[in-house]
């Protein structure tokens, strides 16, 4: 039996990509590029504990070279998606990096302008207030006051704001008729179209419109002090939330860090933003950054745990692998 030749311009049979075992050399700079990961997001966990400007640096450096390394000789979606995390891990570190050397490098000048800015915000929200509560008033004179529906018509005339309370009362021959929301000031003296009220606790923006023997008094809470602010969802404490200001108060003296509140009979009273303390601000900050850090690390972690996993090894290394992702 004679062997069958082979002719020199048939192609010879080559091994399918899928079975061609990795090359060492690829292996090897897999390993390294893993490495660089793995001590960037170490540095990164440093850095985390004491906002060392260094360990930032070599955290960035490290975690990018070995991600893009890897994703450059090694490519792949689980290389790729990796590189994305690591420059999400990274976009957020230095962006936390940065606001909190600008707030600690606040001087009281910016913190007293800050103040005044704050204040300002608040009287002009309750400025912009007025139109909405003259014209709720203005739709809620024309409810009978004797009708069967008066308290639901008159409570589907507040807005739906989670911000701050809203409250109505209907009046008939200055009786109370109707009513809705939490009232917390008594309508029977306001009688402005536009005014401000201050009671013991409250300060309380208001519209009243007169029908024949018909009033109606809508009001929307500005302030409240303690411990009537723990009760009661105030404007002021939404506002204070949203420009990082520890809290408001409504006083008769005027300062540069105050503004004059709209409504008020002779522009009497003013609002006054309360800073919160450098303690306070660092503490509340560093918490919060720390949080979104961790949790761009974490998925980076896991992302080059599963890279590293997916390489061809032995037991004991994925072992290894396993235990060193867990303790880092």
Same mark, same amino acid.
């Given at each position: #039996?004679?062997?069958?030749?082979?002719?020199?311009?048939?192609?010879?049979?080559?091994?399918?990509?899928?079975?061609?075992?990795?090359?060492?050399?690829?292996?090897?700079?897999?390993?390294?590029?893993?490495?660089?990961?793995?001590?960037?997001?170490?540095?990164?966990?440093?850095?985390? /504990?004491? !906002?060392?400007?260094?360990?930032?640096? %070599?955290?960035?450096?490290?975690?990018?070279?070995?991600?893009?390394?890897?994703?450059?000789?090694?490519?792949?979606?689980?290389?790729?998606?990796?590189?994305?995390?690591?420059?999400?891990?990274?976009?957020?570190?230095?962006?936390?990096?940065?606001?909190?050397?600008?707030?600690?490098?606040?001087?009281?000048?910016?913190?007293?302008?800050?103040?005044?800015?704050?204040?300002?915000?608040?009287?002009?929200?309750?400025?912009?207030?007025?139109?909405?509560?003259?014209?709720?008033?203005?739709?809620?004179?024309?409810?009978?006051?004797?009708?069967?529906?008066?308290?639901?018509?008159?409570?589907?005339?507040?807005?739906?704001?989670? /911000?701050?309370? !809203?409250?109505?009362?209907?009046?008939?021959?200055?009786?109370?008729?109707? !009513?809705?929301?939490?009232?917390?000031?008594?309508?029977?003296?306001?009688?402005?179209?536009?005014?401000?009220?201050?009671?013991?606790?409250?300060?309380?923006?208001?519209?009243?419109?007169?029908? $024949?023997?018909?009033?109606?008094?809508?009001?929307?809470? %500005?302030?409240?002090?303690?411990?009537?602010?723990?009760?009661?969802?105030?404007?002021?404490?939404? +506002?204070?939330?949203?420009?990082?200001?520890?809290?408001?108060?409504?006083?008769?003296?005027?300062?540069? #860090?105050?503004?004059?509140?709209?409504?008020?009979? $002779?522009?009497?009273?003013?609002?006054?933003?309360?800073?919160?303390?450098?303690?306070? +601000?660092?503490?509340?900050?560093?918490?919060?950054?720390?949080?979104?850090?961790?949790?761009?690390?974490?998925?980076?972690?896991?992302?080059?745990?599963? %890279?590293?996993? /997916?390489?061809?090894?032995?037991?004991? /290394?994925?072992?290894?692998?396993?235990?060193?992702?867990?303790?880092?």
């Amino acid at each position: #039996m004679t062997a069958r030749n082979i002719s020199a311009s048939e192609p010879t049979p080559q091994p399918s990509e899928d079975l061609v075992p990795l090359r060492h050399t690829n292996s090897s700079q897999e390993r390294i590029a893993l490495a660089l990961v793995a001590v960037g997001l170490l540095a990164g966990a440093y850095w985390l /504990r004491g !906002w060392d400007q260094t360990a930032l640096v %070599v955290s960035t450096i490290a975690a990018l070279a070995g991600a893009l390394w890897g994703s450059r000789n090694r490519r792949g979606v689980a290389w790729n998606l990796l590189s994305l995390a690591v420059l999400a891990y990274v976009g957020v570190a230095w962006h936390s990096a940065v606001t909190r050397g600008a707030l600690l490098e606040r001087t009281p000048e910016q913190l007293r302008m800050d103040a005044a800015a704050a204040s300002g915000r608040l009287a002009a929200e309750v400025a912009r207030g007025f139109n909405d509560l003259s014209r709720i008033a203005a739709e809620a004179v024309e409810i009978a006051p004797a009708g069967e529906a008066r308290f639901d018509e008159l409570a589907d005339l507040l807005p739906q704001d989670d /911000r701050s309370e !809203w409250s109505a009362v209907l009046l008939s021959n200055a009786v109370s008729v109707a !009513w809705a929301g939490p009232v917390r000031v008594s309508p029977d003296s306001l009688f402005e179209e536009r005014g401000l009220v201050r009671t013991e606790f409250y300060t309380v923006a208001y519209s009243s419109r007169t029908r $024949g023997t018909t009033r109606a008094v809508v009001m929307r809470m %500005v302030h409240a002090a303690a411990p009537a602010n723990n009760l009661a969802a105030t404007l002021a404490d939404a +506002v204070a939330r949203s420009e990082g200001v520890q809290h408001f108060e409504v006083t008769s003296e005027s300062d540069p #860090m105050t503004a004059p509140l709209p409504g008020a009979a $002779g522009d009497s009273l003013f609002v006054r933003a309360v800073m919160p303390g450098a303690g306070a +601000v660092r503490l509340g900050f560093d918490s919060a950054a720390r949080l979104r850090s961790m949790a761009a690390m974490a998925l980076a972690c896991l992302l080059a745990l599963s %890279v590293a996993w /997916r390489r061809p090894a032995s037991g004991e /290394r994925r072992i290894l692998t396993l235990i060193g992702a867990m303790a880092a």
